[in-house]
């Protein structure tokens, strides 16, 4: 019985020392893991806070964007609204021209007429004036001629007539 006790204490030692070698590995295995996962989040870790700052970096140059293309954008803004005032002012001065080569056609075309008709009472006057030199026996050769050698009395005569 002594013996078996021996022998029974002899299995508990030798599965205790097993035991304790199986969790000696096992703490062992269980620190390489911890030391393995620890590198991994320590690699993750900077992994994100490299695309973090990569993110935060495009957000920032994207903002730099956005705010050069609003400038941009109120300028040329500005320039349209500068080119459409302009548009308006031509187009006003071109309506303002029209109306003014209107006006002076029909002025042209009153003086025209003035003219025709000026021209009309000088031959009528010349032909008169024929008609009486020819009854006092006066014979002239060209009585327009000498009409023309006196402008100033023939537009005395029409300012006069109108």
């Known amino acids: 019985q002594q013996q078996q006790q021996q022998q029974s204490q002899l299995d508990t030692e030798a599965v205790v020392e097993e035991l304790q070698e199986r969790a000696k590995r096992a ?23 490299e695309q973090q700052a990569v993110a935060d ?6 903002q730099e964007r956005v705010d050069t293309l609003e400038q941009q954008l ?25 109306q003014s080569a209107s006006e002076l056609e029909t002025e042209l075309a009153m003086e025209s007429a003035r003219r025709t008709s000026a021209e009309d009472r ?38 006069q007539q109108q």
Do not use: K
């Open 74 to 98: 109120g300028r040329l803004r500005a320039e349209i609204g500068g080119l459409t005032n302009a548009a308006c002012t031509t187009h006003q001065q071109l309506l303002a021209s029209r």
């Open 27 to 49: 703490e062992a295995l269980l620190a390489a893991r911890e030391a393995h996962f620890e590198g991994l989040e320590r690699t993750l870790r900077a992994q994100l806070q």
């Open 122 to 159: 000088c031959m009528t006057l010349a032909a008169r004036l024929e008609q009486v030199l020819g009854e006092e026996g006066t014979t002239r050769t060209d009585p327009h001629a000498e009409l023309q050698a006196r402008p100033q009395q023939t537009e005395q005569q029409q300012q």
């Open 57 to 62: 970096m495009q957000r920032q140059q994207d």
